[in-house]
T-cell receptor, first 113, second 112 residues
């Protein structure tokens, strides 16, 4: 079943922060986050493998709450280059990683000067 | 440079024709995937392959076929049985299940 992302869209001014949420109705092994710019391929951001795990890359970080079956992506001090559509991909719990990620519909992030 | 190539970038076909989309990778990855993306939608899995000469249906395999004769190549055929073939098609690969997936630039198919 497709994970639910919220919000569907958000507009930020440069320097503002944003949070994107991804919720699943199933127990999860991992959550993947990707960013896609218009007409381009999705680009990998990070994988969260354990409940409670947090990861970060510069000003983009994420958390994974295994009990709540959800993950959040945090973008701080946003830059124009952060604009794009963010997708979460969920890997259902089977004891190990699987080949079948299920992606949410995406959150469109627009950063304006 | 290692990566995934898809060709062509844009493809136009008449209704009722089969069309094959190319996907090649030089990352030495065992797993390869085909996704379909429609406007405002996420990526939906069509087929995946764990290893050469083996492939599995994804969530929306009807009207599509694939082959995996070489590790580097995973072509997708959109058959005339696919009712709404116009979409953006993305190929991806990963070294193993559950790992990061690397995506190709995509092929935008328009059926007239």
């Amino acid at each position: 079943q497709q994970p639910v992302q919220s919000p569907q869209a958000v507009i930020l001014r440069e320097g503002e922060d944003a949070v994107i949420n991804c919720s699943s109705s199933k127990a999860l092994y991992s959550v993947h986050w990707y960013r896609q710019k218009h007409g381009e391929a999705p680009v990998f951001l990070m994988i969260l493998l354990k409940g409670g795990e947090q990861k970060g890359h510069e000003k983009i970080s994420a958390s994974f709450n295994e009990k709540k079956q959800q993950s959040s992506l945090y973008l701080t001090a946003s830059q124009l280059s952060y604009s794009g559509t963010y997708f979460c991909g969920t890997d259902p719990y089977s004891g190990a990683g699987s080949y079948q990620l299920t992606f949410g519909k995406g959150t469109k992030l627009s950063v304006i000067p | 440079d290692g990566g995934i190539t898809q060709s062509p970038k844009y493809l136009f076909r008449k209704e009722g024709q089969n069309v094959t989309l190319s996907c090649e990778q030089n990352l030495n990855h065992d797993a390869m995937y085909w996704y379909r993306q429609d406007p405002g939608q996420g990526l939906r899995l069509i087929y995946y392959s764990q290893i050469v000469n083996d492939f599995q249906k994804g969530d929306i395999a009807e009207g599509y076929s694939v082959s995996r004769e070489k590790k580097e190549s995973f072509p997708l055929t959109v058959t005339s049985a696919q009712k709404n073939p116009t979409a953006f098609y993305l190929c991806a690969s990963s070294p193993a299940p559950g790992y990061e997936q690397f995506f190709g630039p995509g092929t935008r198919l328009t059926v007239l």
